[in-house]
């Protein structure tokens, strides 16, 4: 079983810039961001392959937010800019096992962080 490990989730101001990263515990494929607001379904907000580096956004973050990997190091990471208040969420790092494509359904990931809350005061 992977273990995932999030962290760099914080209060901040409308504006300012935050980066979580997330450390895997052993090899995996396609990687992802989703985040949660409360009332709200859990929704993809960035995703990457493994052997491409192909990535995928939500309309929402896209232009402020960049998912980046670093496969020599396990880990992932979710550089977010120009941050507002709609972003407030948990956000949860997420992985798959053996596919390396990226999709939206939370159920096609095997493994989860235990979350970061990002909040974003304006």
């Known amino acids: 079983q992977v273990q995932l490990v999030e962290s760099g989730g914080g209060l901040v101001q409308a504006g300012d810039s935050l980066r979580l990263s997330c450390v895997t515990s052993g090899r995996t494929y396609a990687m992802a961001w989703f985040r949660q607001a409360p009332g709200r379904e859990r929704a993809l907000v960035a995703g990457i392959r493994r052997s491409t580096s192909i990535t995928y956004y939500a309309d929402s973050v896209k232009g402020r937010f960049t998912i980046s990997r670093d496969n020599a190091k396990n880990t992932v990471y979710l550089q977010m800019n120009s941050l507002k208040p709609e972003d407030t969420a948990v956000y949860y790092c997420?992985?798959?096992?053996?596919?390396?494509?990226?999709?939206?359904?939370?159920?096609?990931?095997?493994?989860w962080g235990q979350g970061t809350q990002v909040t974003v005061s304006s």
């Open positions: 997420a992985a798959r096992a053996s596919m390396d494509w990226i999709v939206t359904g939370t159920e096609s990931y095997e493994y």
